[in-house]
């Protein structure tokens, strides 16, 4: 697992403990668990950690795990497992909790708090800010985002089985933070769509995707609570 270059990769399965500690923290691929052994979750990374079929996990401090199939998942302290169990198992103590997955898209947005009308939804969404003030999506400077104006992407995969298809990937706020809080010149903007534009991957942990969004401001990171205040002193360094 040592010789693995994190950077050429965006998810990795892992079938022990060995293989599990060699991944560094910062690494933004997907993690998933398929062993015959007992692994400990202990870090928080950048995606949940997925545990596959018969996996058994025992996840500590502020990890968050996924749990699929006949897995068996052991939570302490702050964990926080989603739950896609058929006959697995699932122990909780300590100040760790046990969360079930929105079936829909109504679910997800009550869930995560997305404020909504029976036919539009407000996101946000991270992008990059230019010095002249420029908006533009991480993966790519020629996708510009200007405030008051709507951008569409008329590709979007429509497979909610796909976590990562194309389209305009949006989120809730503290998830759109947490994806740019990395880059030196991150900004957080605020959009608008139709709800019957938005395709729910089954997996999200806070992301969808839609086909064509309003830009309706740039949120100060100062307005984005304790986190955002964070990074908003962090960048001015």
């Given amino acids: 697992m040592s010789n693995i270059n994190y950077n050429d990769i965006d998810e990795i399965t892992v079938h022990n403990q060995e293989e599990l500690d060699d991944i560094p923290l910062d690494f933004k691929g997907k993690i998933y668990i398929e062993c015959t052994a007992t692994v400990r979750v202990s870090?928080?990374?950048y995606w949940s950690v997925v545990v596959w079929e018969n996996s058994s996990v025992v996840a500590w401090g502020n990890s968050s795990v996924v749990a699929w199939g006949n897995s068996s998942v052991e939570a302490n302290s702050n964990v926080q497992v989603v739950n896609h169990l058929i006959n697995g198992k699932i122990k909780l103590?300590?100040?760790?909790r046990e969360v079930f997955m929105p079936k829909n898209?109504?679910?997800?947005?009550?869930?995560?708090?997305?404020?909504?009308t029976k036919t539009k939804a407000v996101f946000y969404k991270a992008v990059r800010k230019t010095?002249?003030?420029?908006?533009?999506?991480?993966?790519?400077?020629?996708?510009?985002?200007?405030?008051?104006?709507?951008?569409?992407?008329?590709?979007?995969?429509?497979?909610?089985?796909?976590?990562?298809?194309?389209?305009?990937?949006?989120?809730?706020l503290s998830w759109a933070l947490n994806f740019g809080n990395s880059w030196s010149n991150l900004a957080i903007i605020e959009v608008e769509t139709k709800i019957e534009d938005i395709v729910l991957p089954k997996n999200t942990d806070g992301e969808v995707r839609t086909s064509k969004v309003k830009v309706l401001r740039e949120v100060p990171l100062e307005e984005c609570g304790v986190y955002g205040n964070i990074l908003a002193k962090r960048l001015a360094k």
């Fill in 43 to 45: 870090n928080r990374y």
């Fill in 93 to 96: 103590s300590g100040n760790a």
């Fill in 105 to 116: 898209i109504f679910e997800f947005m009550d869930f995560y708090g997305i404020k909504h």
């Fill in 131 to 172: 010095d002249n003030g420029t908006l533009y999506a991480n993966y790519s400077g020629d996708f510009e985002y200007v405030v008051g104006e709507m951008k569409s992407e008329p590709n979007i995969n429509t497979d909610p089985s796909e976590d990562c298809g194309s389209g305009i990937h949006i989120s809730n």
